[in-house]
């Protein structure tokens, strides 16, 4: 994982282009500090020296062995990245965040994530077997527009081919538990076709991946999420297509298209565990009611670029995102969608739907000033339209109304280098204008309701989260408009070593769809619940060393939000929102070692976050000022990772181990303590790899949770304690045979 530099400048240019990706950033891994690649998703062609921010770029090789290990693109990035939390090993990624807040996924700089309506599905829209490599940019940040609270997880696809004729991999691999049962077997096969000639290439791939289910450290079979969904027990497919054609030879036309869907098999129900005595959730043979829990998306991107329009670099893409998020169904008890209108209380079952579609463009033309190069000026427009809602499919009712997101943000941003480039400075601005238009919709009629007594300029707070009542809510059409700047500064006295410091602010806004559908009493109005967006910043100092054999980085961050977002528990499991002020800060460091014997590297890497609110707003009674630790759906643990890994002529292997750090939820004296089964006790995971090229293709053997050990899952430690159905372990010793060949 080779660390970088970026500024997190909401309006840096240069687009996240699959053409430019391909041409100008190598899709494997660079040698130790070389500065080659190109940070697409930071929408600049400066170097990483330049700008004054942190990112991790995740190169092909690194990935491959990652995903042999876990299975997924979003575990390889909770693995290698110490502030991202651990994920819930779950198709649902609810309470997974980055520095403290959600990330913005994105592919190819097509963002995959659904804010208005979050389904939480957004780590799994395309499957690694096609993606090159994955670019994090940490922070608040603005860069490609809504939802960059956290940062960004950019996953670039594949290139065009580089050679004339054909060429291609495939790939097998199969999965077994520790005690390989018929159950727990699983596989996956991928191909890549690729074909080049003159201005013309086509790649064309298919990877399907059958997984078995889980079982954890204790051979227990791992409980099912009936209702967000599972990877395991699971069939899914991904497909991938790109046509380019070079129309000069600095511009290049490039259409790319992917399908990826992902559905439980449904062979399984939940059998509830024991908290008291430490007993987790498990699976039993069954058919749960329904559909199962799947997710689909489907994206299609036209690019246009050119590396020197006018002596400049022009970068413009118009794409088209839909997703299709459907939430299993549990029993016919559950109170949320009960209506005696429709059938006796009770009885009545119902399971939901998200629907998500996005169409979007964007244009940046970014160029070094004629006669004073030493000063990059950019300038760029970005457009998005998002219509979101959730439905009951089994009844034919609306949970969420349909939203409708509008977005228009022109940006500028400059960069100026002095001193021969001991000194940069950067800064910018974006002006975002967003329209959201929410029609009159009535919320569902539970007989579970209780009165609400809070002021009515808060209708959604704990006294109303039992229930909706089937109340009226007049709908509106309310505009927001925020200028985003951004600043910073970076010093270089010697080569390899730097030392920066920034500012900026990201934006995005609150879920909207759980806002909408749990107002609870009469005479709301769109305009009166609290919808609108999240401003968030993130301030940063940093210092950077790369000399010889050491790389090394370290950096402080501390971020805010005045009406940010915090998810509290509701009913039937389901999370509910309260807008309060919530602050952040946190201290990243890492260091990379590479030893005397060569091929052979020492890494750790560790991080401290701490995150607070304003639990008086809670109580409908807000004063701005924090006093209550984040809990652990809306925060990650403290996190120490280790590695030793080994890279020579055909061995490459790896061993790695994450400790997640215990941690207790304190509240300020005098304030209600949160409930001490939320706390979280820690736990410690180690995997290995290791892989052997051969004439015929490289065979590898990885193991997750090498010493079996086990653990209950983060997730369901810190959140629902009274929950027995909602209580997780982690996987256990898993292993993964693989064999891949290129041509």
């Known amino acids: ?284 043979r069954g058919d749960p009611p329904g559909k199962s829990a799947q997710n689909r998306t489907e994206s299609v991107a036209l690019s246009l670029t050119d590396t020197d329009l006018g002596g400049g670099n022009f970068v413009s893409q118009i794409f088209f995102n839909r997703s299709r998020d459907t939430f299993g169904g549990e029993v016919a008890t559950q109170a949320t969608f009960q209506d005696p209108a429709l059938a006796p209380v009770g009885t009545l079952f119902d399971q939901s739907q998200n629907r998500s579609r996005k169409l979007g463009a964007k244009l940046s033309y970014e160029r070094a000033v004629p006669g004073f190069e030493d000063l990059t000026l950019t300038i760029g427009f970005d457009a998005l339209v998002d219509k979101t809602e959730q439905a009951l499919i089994a009844t034919g009712r609306v949970w969420v109304p349909p939203s409708d997101f509008r977005s228009l943000a022109p940006f500028g941003q400059a960069n100026l280098k002095l001193f021969d480039g001991v000194v940069r400075l950067a800064g910018g601005v974006r002006w975002e204008n967003v329209t959201i238009r929410i029609d009159d919709y009535r919320t569902l009629a539970s007989t579970t309701f209780r009165a609400c007594t809070t002021p009515p300029a808060a209708p959604v707070t704990p006294c109303g989260l039992a229930s909706y009542g089937g109340v009226e809510v007049t709908g509106a059409k309310p505009k927001f408009d925020d200028v985003l700047i951004n600043g910073g500064v970076i010093v270089e006295p010697w080569e390899g070593i730097r030392a920066y410091a920034s500012y900026a602010e990201g934006f995005t806004v609150p879920d909207i769809g759980r806002i909408t559908r749990a107002v609870s009493e009469t005479g709301f109005s769109v305009n009166s619940i609290g919808i609108d967006p999240i401003i968030s910043n993130n301030r940063e100092i940093g210092v950077e060393v790369k000399r010889g054999p050491l790389d090394a980085s370290a950096a402080y961050f501390w971020s805010s939000s005045d009406k940010g977002q915090l998810l509290i528990a509701g009913i039937d499991r389901n999370f509910d929102v309260q807008r309060l002020r919530v602050e952040l800060q946190g201290l990243e460091l890492n260091i990379g070692v590479r030893l005397p014997i060569d091929g052979l590297r020492l890494n750790a890497g560790y991080a401290h976050i701490k995150g607070m609110f304003d639990s008086d707003a809670s109580r409908g009674a807000p004063d701005g000022i924090v006093d209550t630790d984040l809990d652990g759906v809306n925060i990650s643990p403290d996190r120490l990772n280790l590695s030793a890994s080994y890279n020579k002529g055909p061995v490459s292997a790896l061993v790695q181990t994450q400790f997640h750090l215990s941690r207790t939820f304190h509240a300020e004296p005098g304030k209600p303590v949160p409930d001490q089964r939320n706390n979280f006790g820690g736990y410690n995971v180690t995997d290995a790899s290791v892989r052997y090229q051969t004439a015929f293709g490289g065979l590898s053997l990885s193991v997750q949770n090498l010493f079996d050990k086990f653990y209950i899952d983060y997730s369901s430690d810190t959140r629902l304690p009274t929950d027995n159905l909602a209580f997780f372990a982690g996987r256990g010793r898993t292993f993964t045979l693989g064999w891949d060949f290129r041509f």
């Open 1 to 284: 994982m080779n660390r970088k530099f970026v500024l997190a400048a909401l309006a840096c240019t240069a687009l996240s282009s699959p053409a430019f990706a391909q041409d100008n950033a190598p899709a494997t891994e660079a040698a130790e500090g070389e500065d080659a690649i190109v940070v697409t998703a930071a929408r600049t062609i400066l170097p990483p020296s330049a700008l004054p921010l942190t990112i991790d770029i995740i190169g092909k090789d690194s990935l491959d062995q990652q995903l042999a290990i876990s299975g997924s693109v979003t575990d390889a990035v909770a693995t290698l990245t110490p502030s991202f939390s651990p994920t819930r090993q779950k198709l649902s990624g609810a309470g997974e965040t980055l520095r403290g807040r959600s990330p913005l996924y994105a592919i190819n700089g097509i963002p995959q994530s659904t804010p208005m309506r979050d389904g939480s599905r957004d780590g799994f829209t395309i499957d690694g077997f096609f993606v090159d490599r994955v670019e994090l940019i940490y922070g608040s940040n603005a860069l490609q527009g809504i939802g960059g609270t956290g940062g960004i997880v950019n996953q670039v696809t594949v290139g065009a081919p580089k050679e004339e004729g054909i060429s291609g991999r495939a790939l097998l691999q199969g999965t077994a538990d520790d005690g390989f049962s018929k159950d727990g077997i699983g596989g996956k096969i991928g191909g890549l076709l690729q074909y080049k000639t003159g201005r013309f290439d086509a790649t064309f791939g298919a990877a399907f991946e059958k997984r078995g289910a889980f079982y954890d450290g204790q051979g227990r079979r791992i409980g099912i999420n009936l209702t967000q969904g599972e990877t395991q027990d699971s069939k899914a497919l991904s497909l991938f297509a790109r046509v380019g054609y070079e129309l000069s030879p600095t511009a290049r036309l490039d259409l790319i298209a992917s399908r990826f869907e992902l559905k439980g098999d449904g062979d399984y129900i939940a059998a509830p565990g024991n908290r008291t005595f430490d007993i987790p959730t498990s699976a039993v």
